[in-house]
């Protein structure tokens, strides 16, 4: 397959689906808890609820795109991701928007999974990574508008509206992906459907450190990543006072810096190669840790310093997120899908736990989100470190 602009932007659009989903209702997490007369933190619970099933699922959507094409497995996913989202927009109970967002995450793993297999799907590592990088240049459209938009329909209308546009976005992707984007995996490529075939596939990447390792970095990246999604619009709104409408626009300052590393990863990728890029997005993580850990001290920190650190930890995953991939599917074989359903379902699985563990540790204060995010920052680094190292002992034992 060929990367025009069109396939491009629809890669995009698929992949900032659960961005979108997680993003638009941010602004209203506050208001649907006093709507539905219960604490916060329950309603945080959700977004928990949408990782561990969008995490789980990936394991199983996966070896199902490796043996069955990308395709069916991408529209099937569309389809449920309606059904969940029109199950959240008519919500009346906690309850029934917990099941609305379990629905919408199954369908959302089955998109999600897709898009790295279908980019990676005959392409070099270092191709993988310019290209993913454009895509991601795309999908950073919708973390940085959903807030922003999700503030102005809360504003405008009601917080069962951002559940609604979900449900057109879906179809409207759908319609653009059957009509832009051919099957990327040729029947001769397939592997066998099973599920003894599956768990031999995963079993034999988990066994190479130089996937895990990578993928290990990645997660623990992408748990900070959710301890700041999950508890930046209590820390903004309620305790830096910022009005709701207008938390969009500060969240949106971190998407700025993906879509900018991002750029300068698609533009440099050739000339430096991915390797270098990724050293010197790890260790901006690891400054971005270090200076949480010193904001974590502080009684009350001006509001700038959680700002910054912010923006340069989330900003991080311009580059991260296609080069630790990168390097987890250098050894794949043709099993792109079961790397990237691995890869999917460590991310989202230690983001959600990083969003219970906000949840439970919620104490009215900033301390939670931002030592959190410190902690995951750090063993990010660690892992990231380890594997490098690991590599090179393993060239060095080769020559």
């Not at 995009?12 to 989903?21: M, N, S």
């Not at 529209?75 to 967002?101: D, P, W």
């Not at 750090?378 to 190292?389: A, D, E, R």
């Amino acid at each position: 397959m060929k990367l025009t602009l069109p396939i491009v932007l629809v890669l995009g659009l698929l992949a900032g689906l659960t961005p979108f989903a997680i993003d638009a209702y941010l602004p209203s997490l506050p208001t649907i808890a006093r709507y539905m007369g219960t604490d916060v933190s329950l309603i945080q619970m959700t977004l928990s609820m949408y990782l561990v099933v969008f995490a789980s699922l990936q394991i199983v959507f996966g070896p199902i795109s490796d043996a069955l094409g990308r395709r069916k497995v991408v529209v099937t996913g569309l389809c449920l991701f309606m059904v969940g989202s029109i199950v959240c927009s008519l919500s009346q109970s906690y309850e029934v928007l917990m099941i609305g967002r379990a629905i919408q995450a199954i369908g959302g793993a089955a998109v999600a999974v897709c898009v790295p297999a279908l980019v990676k799907d005959g392409l070099s590592a270092d191709q993988f990574v310019k290209a993913m990088s454009m895509v991601m240049l795309v999908m950073a459209l919708a973390p940085l508008a959903a807030p922003i938009i999700g503030g102005a329909i809360l504003t405008l209308l009601d917080w069962h509206y951002i559940f609604a546009l979900l449900a057109v976005l879906a179809a409207i992707a759908m319609v653009l992906f059957l009509i832009t984007i051919p099957e990327t995996l040729p029947v001769e490529k397939r592997t066998t459907l099973s599920f003894a075939s599956a768990l031999h596939n995963y079993k034999v990447l988990l066994k190479n450190p130089s996937v895990t390792g990578y993928i290990a970095a990645g997660a623990f990246h992408f748990a900070g990543m959710m301890c700041f999604i999950t508890g930046s619009s209590f820390v903004y709104i309620e305790l830096y006072h910022v009005p709701p409408a207008q938390f969009g626009f500060l969240f949106g300052l971190n998407v700025i810096c993906i879509m900018i590393a991002s750029t300068i990863n698609n533009r440099c990728v050739e000339r430096l190669g991915s390797a270098t890029l990724t050293k010197y997005a790890a260790h901006v993580v690891f400054c971005a840790a270090i200076a949480m850990v010193i904001i974590s001290f502080m009684e009350q920190p001006p509001f700038i310093f959680i700002i910054l650190s912010g923006m340069a930890f989330m900003g991080s995953i311009g580059i991260l997120g296609s080069g630790l991939m990168a390097g987890a599917l250098k050894n794949a074989g043709n099993n792109n899908g079961s790397v990237t359903a691995l890869a999917g379902a460590s991310r989202f699985g230690a983001g959600a736990l990083s969003g219970v563990i906000i949840s439970v540790l919620h104490n009215g204060t900033f301390v939670p989100m931002v030592a959190t995010m410190a902690i995951c920052g750090i063993l990010s680094f660690t892992c990231y470190k380890f594997v490098v190292n690991y590599s090179a002992k393993q060239s060095a034992n080769n020559l």
